[in-house]
């Protein structure tokens, strides 16, 4: 799993970012096209994808947050089908006994050694294993890859970025660290190949949620929550395939219990798509869903909270507090900037400096910080989100359609909106 890594930027789905092991992979596994997660930030998505239950409902909503007491991991699923789990590089997960894995020192990228015996160890325990390589790549600052194979000027620039010298020059870096977290795939596939398990091993990547640059993380568009997900399983999975069939992070562990063939020991949000996976469907859901905690970010003092609801090509987007500005590193006053924040976050001043005096900058920069009550956006027609057809009567019945399943499924996850955004504190 990567760390703040927009899917669009892979190599794989279109993008710029130089990743041969992970074009491998796709050759001989699936490619999703259309996998989510429930919400853009670290802490929430590592324990979404690992419990298999949305953010509110298992208490990891607001970022460095952790999992209620009572909650299940798929530790407590496999466990007792014998199953050992690691987890090796960002943990960002708790408390513990929610999550008690086998963890390796190193709490920053995946350690390969340890992978290595943990996977010799098994071998010669005869029993079967999971294995978590959480990296902290592309996450700022940025400081890992190769960066001469990326030159600021010739890279293409997402539309709602502020085009800046400083912003491509930052963009060079992520792109290049993107093609270090895809070394660390090649080291991890060929340890899978040394150790002689590559037949009857599941592999799955994934990107997490967007990266740093606005409009991604912390956001409930498409460059927030869209992730990429490939899965190999030889002989089983058809090789050089791909899906459109929308699937949800919260769908990853039920999946993987029903090729483990054990049942889960509590409900669970998500669904199997195992056959998807066989290729024996071409379609998993029919809405996926979003939630943003603004609270519990840096620099987010006021509460920002958003929730979306998204069906084959239409997005719904609530913003639960439109009569406040959006708030976090990124917006903060740069004379409040640490010295470690100054080594990621030099390249947003160009943009205050470009806003004012360019109207186009600055109606980007001020759409990042101030959105209506409501948006909708065709995902296929306008991808990158940026015509809001909410306010367009045309779409007046598919939004009321939509509203209800949002309202519907919150109300099953015991979200109150604004009144749960304001509960932060005690989580």
Known sequence: MADDCTFRDLQVYGGQAQTP??????????????CFQATAMCAPTRQNLLTGLY??????????????????SIIHHLQPAGYRLALTGKRHIGPEAVYPFTFSENTTDPDMN???QFIDES????????????????????????????????????????DTEDTRHAYAKYLAEISYFDQQIGQILKLINEHQVRANTVVLVLSEQGSLF????????DAGLRSALIVRYPEVIPAGTETDAMVEYVDILPTLLDFAQTSPVSELDGK???????????????????????????????AYGIR?????????IVNLFPENRFENALTMDPSAWSPRRL???????????????????????????KRPPVELYNTKNDPFELVNLAYNPVYQPVINILSEKLATWMQSQGDEGRETELKVPIR
């Open 343 to 369: 080594t990621y976050l030099w390249w947003i001043q160009s943009w205050r400096e470009k806003a004012a005096v360019d109207r186009r900058a600055f109606a980007i920069w001020e759409r990042y910080q």
């Open 114 to 116: 340890f992978i290595s």
């Open 308 to 316: 979306s609801v998204r069906n084959d090509s239409l997005k719904y």
């Open 272 to 302: 199997s798509f195992k056959e998807v996976l066989l290729g024996q469907q071409q379609k998993h859901k029919d809405y996926v869903f979003g939630i943003q905690t603004t609270r519990g970010i840096n620099n987010a003092t006021q």
């Open 21 to 34: 092991n992970l074009r491998s992979l796709a050759s001989e596994g699936m490619k999703f096209n259309r």
């Open 55 to 72: 953010p509110v409902k298992n208490g990891a909503y607001a970022n460095h947050s952790e999992s209620h007491a009572h909650v299940k």
């Open 214 to 221: 606005p409009f991604e993380k912390w956001t409930c568009y």
């Open 123 to 162: 071998k010669q325990a005869k029993q079967p294993f999971g294995i978590f390589a959480m990296s902290s790549s592309p996450h700022v600052p940025w400081t890992h890859g190769d960066t001469s194979q990326y030159s600021p000027e010739s890279i293409q620039l997402p539309p709602y970025l502020v």
